[in-house]
């Protein structure tokens, strides 16, 4: 995973590459068994434009993550709204898929912060953190396996 310092400052996009096809790695994007695995826990998750669900974590089912599909091309590109009540704040979270070789490059973008606002910048650097040592590692021990 790198961080391209040539990017938006004010977006997390983070590369990855796994050995798997395309299609094995949008799989593990859009599963809801795996999805829960690695992510969150998905409610009424399509990969289909329009599709409204929900993330929660087991550790705090109330505390959901309204979400809708903003744009679904099958081993492609899957984004989506991601908005935290607590916070009353809407991101942009978008998965890019791109063959590689026999593998796949994996571009993760979430957009929505405003980095001159001092608490949203720490939280889009804690978001950053939390996406390279938690999530994506969980990822790809998903797709792995």
């Not at 992510?39 to 979400?67: H, K, W």
């Not at 809708?68 to 991601?82: D, G, I, K, M």
């Not at 993760?108 to 001092?118: H, K, S, V």
């Amino acid at each position: 995973m790198i961080a391209d310092p040539q990017l938006n400052p004010a977006a997390v996009e983070l590369g990855s590459f796994f050995p798997q096809p395309p299609a094995t790695v949008w799989h593990a994007l859009t599963d809801p068994d795996l999805l829960e695995r690695w992510l969150l826990r998905p409610t009424g998750f399509a990969a289909s434009v329009g599709t409204r669900f929900q993330f929660t974590a087991q550790a705090a089912p109330t505390d959901g993550i309204a979400c809708e599909v903003l744009a679904a091309h099958p081993c492609e590109q899957l984004t989506y709204s991601w908005t935290y009540s607590p916070a009353e704040h809407r991101w942009i979270v978008d998965w890019t898929l791109r063959p590689q070789g026999r593998g796949t490059r994996l571009l993760l973008t979430q957009t929505g912060f405003d980095i001159e606002d001092r608490r949203q910048k720490m939280v889009r650097n804690a978001t950053e953190r939390s996406w390279k040592r938690r999530v994506l590692p969980r990822l790809g021990a998903v797709i792995h396996h």
